[in-house]
């Protein structure tokens, strides 16, 4: 693994950064929301759903910030020359940047996710221990995706200034804060179906489409391991979806489809599967660019 001393490079650069602390910081304030509607759905495990909502908008924005220059930051200041110098190929510096800045970013946030713990031991009681720390799996593979979504377009821009242009405009917003609002568009474009949020169709296409973008997939993974039911939405939005008598605008497979009726292509596992493509195929596209650039 020629890439392993540049990840621990770039891990202790991430590691020793004071963003990635004031962020896992923020995300214990962010995370921790007691509510009636999570303790009455998870009881004393509503202390792992904290964790999703600590990887809700907040956690996907401050990673994005965190990498997007990585590689153009470097290729600005022209260090990147020196990097390439060295007997690595393009590939093991796209490798080492993504493994040593998810790196990075795990550890502080994974600190936070101990404090998340601690408050919720005192809180509410002893939660299922394996159930937490599947949760905790879930979100840094999360971190590990963003990382390599930022890393990507970091390695295939020529400007700092571009890339968190495309990190945000192309990747945070659309991905992490719209995609329900674009994937419905959509929907309604292409099949002429409208779509009330509070009484959607029993589409397989719509609610695929929903849980196409890595937000989407990591909430119905993580929502899949907390049990509360299968969708794109927080875990406390899907509670109140299927309380009996309440309407809420969450796409929630249980509240919508009559059972045993939903798509196979609907279940929790292909959420896994989303994850892992953003996670290599962006990467991919990178690799071939990166490595055809003489720019550098």
Do not use: C
């Not at 962006?282 to 055809?292: D, M, N, Q, S």
């Amino acid at each position: 693994m020629r890439w392993s001393p540049l990840a621990r490079k770039e891990a202790r650069t991430v590691a020793t950064s004071k963003g990635v602390w004031l962020l896992a910081v923020l995300l214990v304030l962010w995370g921790y929301r007691p509510s009636y509607v999570g303790w009455d759905g998870l009881g004393s495990n509503i202390t792992a759903g904290y964790v999703q909502v600590a990887g809700t908008v907040l956690l996907p924005l401050g990673v994005l910030l965190l990498s997007y220059q990585s590689i153009v930051g470097e290729r600005t200041s022209g260090s990147v020359k020196f990097v390439l110098g060295l007997p690595l190929t393009r590939t093991d510096v796209l490798l080492g940047k993504v493994v040593g800045r998810t790196a990075g970013i795990a550890g502080p946030v994974s600190v936070a996710f101990l404090v998340i713990a601690g408050i919720g031991l005192v809180d509410h009681g002893l939660f299922d221990p394996f159930l937490f720390l599947g949760t905790v799996i879930v979100t840094l593979l999360y971190i590990g995706v963003l990382v390599s979504l930022a890393v990507s377009i970091s390695a295939v821009v020529s400007r700092a200034v571009t890339a968190a242009g495309a990190v945000f405009a192309g990747v945070f917003l659309p991905l992490v804060l719209f995609w329900t609002r674009i994937s419905t568009t959509v929907f309604t474009q292409m099949t002429g179906i409208p779509v009330n949020p509070f009484e959607p169709p029993a589409s397989g296409p719509l609610f695929f489409l929903l849980r196409l973008s890595p937000a989407g997939a990591y909430h119905v993974v993580s929502n899949w391991l907390l049990g509360v039911g299968n969708s794109a939405n927080m875990y406390s939005h899907v509670l109140t979806k299927l309380q009996p008598q309440t309407s809420t605008n969450a796409y929630v497979v249980e509240a919508t489809f009559p059972p045993g009726t939903a798509p196979v292509y609907l279940h929790e596992a292909v959420g896994l599967l989303v994850l892992l493509a953003w996670l290599v195929v962006p990467l991919g596209l990178a690799r071939h660019l990166f490595t055809r650039d003489d720019a550098v």
